[in-house]
């Protein structure tokens, strides 16, 4: 079972699809979530989302398995 917090990245990432991880961080701070670093690592753990290396930046994207969740 998700969070409030895991569900509200998910809908970041299914409207953005890919972020740079120093955008991420703004992003989480904008939205108040103290435990994003956590939930990134959980939700990244299901694989739901994915850690790699796009244009030299360290990014994660959400994966098919996360937009199921999302739709859920």
Sequence with gaps: MLTENEKQILEVFGQRQ????DELKRILT??????GVMAIH??????Y??????VG???Y???Q???R???K
């Design 30 to 35: 904008e939205s108040g979530i103290n435990d």
């Design 42 to 47: 959980k939700l990244n753990s299901l694989g």
């Design 57 to 59: 930046a360290p990014c």
């Design 18 to 21: 890919l972020i740079r991880r």
């Design 65 to 67: 398995e996360g937009f």
């Design 69 to 71: 969740a999302l739709k």
């Design 49 to 54: 989302l994915k850690f790699l290396e796009a």
């Design 61 to 63: 994207t959400i994966t």
